[in-house]
């Protein structure tokens, strides 16, 4: 399916789809799309699952990356269709909005195997509690890194033990 | 019974830390598990909090030394969408020679280390031999050799200067000549195909479901090519296909022998896009904002959110950069470099295999943790450490078995 | 540099990769291979600690690898010299204020002797020119 169908299918499900673009290449401009849409928890699962149906073929997952906004998290699902052709991708991201006092997601590796190691790092580096998800180990940061605290927040519980080596040198 | 037998973090095998935990099952592998720590620096954290966003491309660079144009080609991509900064089109060119000179060392960097987790030292010192003289191209260029600070939000920093392009010309017909007898030498050797041809074999079904990346996938049969399917740099010019192993051999099986393929054929491409970029090189400026205090400003003012994802040798590589107005630094920063997603592979493919095939299968991913950032191997219940040394031991004695 | 008759053979190196970008490990790789050819004097790489006399040292410590620093350290026998290629070992090198990182060699192994290599990443002559320091000292203490 093209750009337009999928616009069009994701409205009659009540989402609004905002496009970015830019223009890109010297002797043949083409402009290179990416497609932005919010999310509730709630339904994240049946709309990823009826992109799954309606591509041509399995949807490629990039990656999920969160960002802390004050008192909200947001996530935000990349995946890319229509894979194959010249030129004819379709980048499309799913960002779903969470406060952080109820801070749990659904997992979607019942759905899309790829996302279980973006799972297992959005959960030791924010706090995310997965539900669902089968392997809750760490992926990246040791065994023994101190509980509570996320390298990727930015209110009280980010890391304050830092490896400084330079304090003291200007004074 | 089942055995797990743990490979520690430091061995010489894969020249990188990482423990991956294997169960057997008498001699045969039924499960893998990988422990990637050991490589984290906290590269996004520093970029988040710490600094500035030109500081933050000379720290993209050093993610990976081997793939070290992929990482900023992607910030930068991703910066400029949002801020909205124009580049000129001798720049877009040069982006696409530097990457394609990129994936040229790359791959012959590969091949020769695959070579030598099969025993063959002799084709690693034939390879790396070769590689050096893309690598005179890249310091003549560049003014080094590895991380080379090309890449600026707006252009790039250094030009390809008239003195330089017959020398590039000389490299071009060089790699022509001697693209055939690299071919022979590894794909028509008896022993490289029977320890290659049905091992570690991807079904299509699996790399689609996992999300593999670059040239393990299009081994099994997956058209994926960023430079095909989305518009960036000045590719559209190019029409570039992505390579499938039966362009040469005719058919696809997703087995280790059609990685080394693939990665050949991908050498030859990069070759005459070089060619072909250097023949329509248009003339101008090469960066449209000198100032970089002015370049910063106006980031600083900018507001909003974009991915840039490139081609780098190994895959596809994504970057996701959010701005917020008034922040010196990126509000969010997220690297995912190829081999993350193609890590996953390893169990489908590594599964009722024996343990002397795990040297090659594993690196015939091409595997670059410390762009992931990261084996155990259980035998039934007692913990015996198998370390590098002994699995390249193992490799290379089933090479001399099978040669008998 | 005389080579004398203590000294009976060549440097045997075993490289340790603590988390670094693998820009060092091929350029000492590299130094090995037919264009630059540290192999001619007998250097070579071998895989296992306890027959080496010189121990590569490439990227900054990470907290997951620092007492497996110390056990390697622990585990290679006199007389041996650290080379540590590269800034991240000296430093930190770019990545010296992170939340995941133990420090430079010297807070891990403070009496250590080491030959640092400057460089991000350094040239293989460089390298070369490190190795043959080492063997300098080794020379000396081995009189």
Same mark, same amino acid.
């Not at chain 2, 499938?244 to 087995?255: A, R």
């Not at chain 2, 590589?317 to 193609?342: C, M």
């Not at chain 2, 991913?365 to 699995?391: A, F, H, Q, W």
């Given at each position: 399916m093209n750009t337009d169908e999928l616009v069009e299918m994701l409205k009659e499900k009540g989402l609004e789809v905002k496009i970015q673009s830019k223009m890109a290449g010297v002797k043949k401009k083409v402009e290179r799309k990416s497609l932005w849409v919010d999310v509730e928890r709630d339904r994240l699962k049946e709309i990823v699952g009826l992109l799954v149906e309606n591509a041509e073929e399995f949807p490629h997952f990039c990656v999920a990356s969160t960002s802390d906004i004050g008192d909200k998290v947001e996530i935000n699902y990349h995946f890319t269709i229509n894979f194959g052709y010249q030129l004819e991708e379709i980048q499309i991201t799913f960002r779903v909005t969470i406060p952080k006092n109820d801070l749990w997601v659904p997992t979607l590796t019942d759905i899309v195997p790829a996302t279980i190691f973006s799972e297992r790092e959005l959960r030791e580096m924010t706090g995310i509690e997965i539900e669902g998800l089968p392997d809750k180990r760490h992926l990246f940061l040791t065994k023994d890194f101190p509980d509570g605290v996320y390298p990727w927040r930015r209110d009280e519980t980010a890391p304050k033990d830092l490896n400084k080596l330079y304090e003291g040198w200007k004074e | 019974m089942k055995y797990e037998v743990p490979i520690g973090p430091i061995h010489p095998a894969?020249?990188?830390?990482?423990?991956?935990?294997?169960?057997?099952?008498?001699?045969?592998?039924?499960?893998?598990?990988?422990?990637?720590?050991?490589?984290?620096?906290?590269?996004?954290?520093?970029?988040?909090?710490?600094?500035?966003?030109?500081?933050?491309?000379?720290?993209?660079?050093?993610?990976?030394?081997?793939?070290?144009?992929?990482?900023?080609?992607?910030?930068?991509?991703?910066?400029?969408?949002?801020?909205?900064?124009?580049?000129?089109?001798?720049?877009?060119?040069?982006?696409?020679?530097?990457?394609?000179?990129?994936?040229?060392?790359?791959?012959?960097?590969?091949?020769?280390?695959?070579?030598?987790?099969?025993?063959?030292?002799?084709?690693?010192?034939?390879?790396?031999?070769?590689?050096?003289?893309?690598?005179?191209?890249?310091?003549?260029?560049?003014?080094?050799?590895v991380t080379k600070a090309i890449m600026m939000y707006g252009g790039v920093r250094r030009d390809i200067k008239e003195e330089h392009i017959p020398k590039i010309r000389e490299m071009i017909e060089y790699y022509k000549k001697l693209f055939n007898k690299v071919a022979k030498l590894f794909l028509e050797d008896k022993t490289i195909k029977m320890r290659t041809r049905e091992i570690g074999i991807l079904r299509k079904e699996d790399a689609l479901k996992l999300g593999t990346v670059g040239p393990t996938t299009r081994a099994s049969g997956v058209k994926k090519d960023v430079r095909q399917d989305t518009?960036?740099?000045?590719?559209?010019?190019?029409?570039?296909?992505?390579?499938?192993?039966?362009?040469?051999?005719?058919?696809?099986? $997703?087995?280790?022998?059609?990685?080394?393929?693939?990665?050949?054929?991908?050498?030859?491409?990069?070759?005459?896009?070089?060619?072909?970029?250097?023949?329509?090189?248009?003339? $101008?400026?090469?960066?449209?904002?000198?100032?970089?205090?002015?370049?910063?400003?106006?980031?600083?003012?900018?507001?909003?959110?974009?991915? $840039?994802?490139?081609?780098?040798?190994?895959?596809?590589? %994504?970057?996701?950069?959010?701005?917020?107005?008034?922040?010196?630094?990126?509000?969010?920063?997220?690297?995912?470099?190829?081999?993350?997603?193609?890590?996953?592979?390893?169990?489908?493919?590594?599964?009722?295999?024996? %343990?002397?095939?795990?040297?090659?299968?594993?690196?015939?991913?091409?595997?670059?943790?410390?762009?992931?950032?990261?084996?155990?191997?259980?035998?039934? $219940?007692?913990?015996?450490?198998?370390?590098?040394?002994?699995?390249?031991?193992?490799?290379?004695?089933?090479?001399?078995?099978?040669?008998k | 540099m005389k080579i004398t008759n203590s000294f009976k053979r060549a440097l045997w190196v075993f490289h340790v990769n603590s988390g670094s970008c693998n820009g060092c490990d091929i350029e000492i790789i590299a130094a090995l291979t037919p264009r630059y050819d540290a192999e001619r004097f007998g250097i070579k790489l071998i895989g296992s600690p306890r027959h080496a006399d010189v121990i590569a040292f490439t990227g900054p410590i990470t907290s997951d690898m620092a007492d497996k620093v110390k056990r390697v350290y622990e585990q290679t026998p006199d007389p041996k010299v650290i080379l540590v290629v590269g800034s991240c070992g000296i430093s930190g090198g770019v990545f010296h204020e992170s939340y995941h990182l133990d420090g430079p060699i010297n807070k891990i192994l403070p009496d250590a002797i080491c030959v640092y290599v400057p460089g991000c990443p350094p040239r293989p002559e460089a390298i070369i020119q490190g190795v043959v320091k080492a063997w300098e000292f080794l020379e000396g203490v081995s009189k």
């Open positions: - | 894969l020249k990188e830390p990482i423990m991956l935990r294997f169960s057997l099952e008498g001699e045969e592998i039924v499960d893998v598990d990988v422990i990637a720590s050991q490589n984290h620096r906290g590269v996004e954290w520093i970029g988040m909090n710490r600094n500035n966003p030109v500081q933050s491309i000379y720290l993209a660079e050093r993610i990976c030394g081997i793939c070290n144009f992929c990482h900023p080609a992607c910030l930068v991509l991703a910066v400029e969408e949002i801020v909205d900064i124009e580049v000129p089109e001798r720049a877009e060119y040069i982006r696409v020679i530097q990457s394609e000179l990129e994936r040229i060392h790359s791959h012959l960097l590969w091949a020769g280390v695959a070579a030598h987790e099969l025993g063959f030292d002799t084709l690693l010192h034939y390879t790396w031999m070769i590689r050096e003289k893309v690598m005179d191209i890249l310091e003549v260029v560049n003014g080094n050799r518009p960036y740099f000045a590719y559209p010019d190019f029409d570039v296909e992505a390579m499938t192993p039966d362009i040469i051999t005719g058919e696809t099986i $997703g087995d280790t022998y059609d990685r080394i393929v693939v990665r050949l054929l991908e050498v030859k491409q990069s070759v005459e896009i070089i060619e072909s970029a250097l023949d329509e090189l248009p003339p $101008g400026d090469i960066i449209s904002e000198e100032k970089v205090a002015k370049i910063l400003s106006r980031i600083k003012k900018a507001e909003g959110e974009a991915i $840039g994802r490139h081609e780098a040798p190994r895959g596809e590589d %994504i970057h996701y950069v959010k701005l917020k107005e008034g922040f010196e630094s990126f509000y969010t920063w997220k690297v995912r470099a190829p081999t993350y997603s193609n890590i996953m592979s390893w169990k489908p493919m590594l599964m009722h295999h024996q %343990i002397a095939d795990i040297p090659i299968v594993a690196a015939s991913i091409d595997p670059c943790l410390s762009c992931t950032n990261r084996v155990v191997v259980v035998k039934n $219940g007692k913990e015996r450490m198998l370390t590098g040394e002994d699995l390249h031991r193992l490799s290379i004695q089933k090479t001399r078995r099978l040669k | -």
